[in-house]
């Protein structure tokens, strides 16, 4: 017990160091099918950051029955894309792990990333314009075909391409 006081007085006075940053792009993001697990607290804690987009381009393609969007890694070829970073625990990581299937569906790798906006101001909360590391769901277990697949530069579920993500 004493232990945990002790490791309760260093997480609030350190609430970072428990903390990491994901890289959104897909349907987790605020308006689209999945965001509802970024507020589920149940599953842990996230909170949004800022805007960004990635530093390099990367192809962002709609595959599989359930139109899953997939940012291949693949950096250099496709579009430099949108999404949301977030702070999120070590819980919420653990189930975003999960449900992304990782490592098999997916990977959670490193990307760069510049800032489209965020609070700004703090010595936590870098400029827009600045670049972060953050993590991010990319995929090196796709299909061969997906690289003919049109690209995207920003997810909507919506979209005019005509491929809304299907639950399952
Ligand atoms: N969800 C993750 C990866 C792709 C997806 O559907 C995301 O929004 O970043």
Known sequence: MKGFGLLSIIVSVFPA????KVFVYGTLKKGQPNHFIMKDHAKGQAEFVAHARTV?????????????PFLLNVPGTGQ?????????????????????????????TLIR??????????????????????????TDTYEREWLEKTTYESYNSNGDHGLPYVQH
Do not use: W
């Open 17 to 20: 160091a428990h903390m990491a």
């Open 56 to 68: 390099d381009p990367y192809p962002l393609v709609i595959a599989t029955e359930y139109n899953i």
């Open 80 to 108: 430099r894309v949108h999404g949301e970073i977030y702070s999120v625990d070590q819980k919420m990581l653990e189930f975003l792990d999960e449900f992304k299937e990782c490592p098999k569906l997916y990977q959670r």
């Open 113 to 138: 990333l510049e800032l489209e906006d965020g609070p700004g101001g703090g010595k936590h909360t870098p400029d827009a314009g600045s670049s972060i590391e953050a993590y991010v769901y990319t």
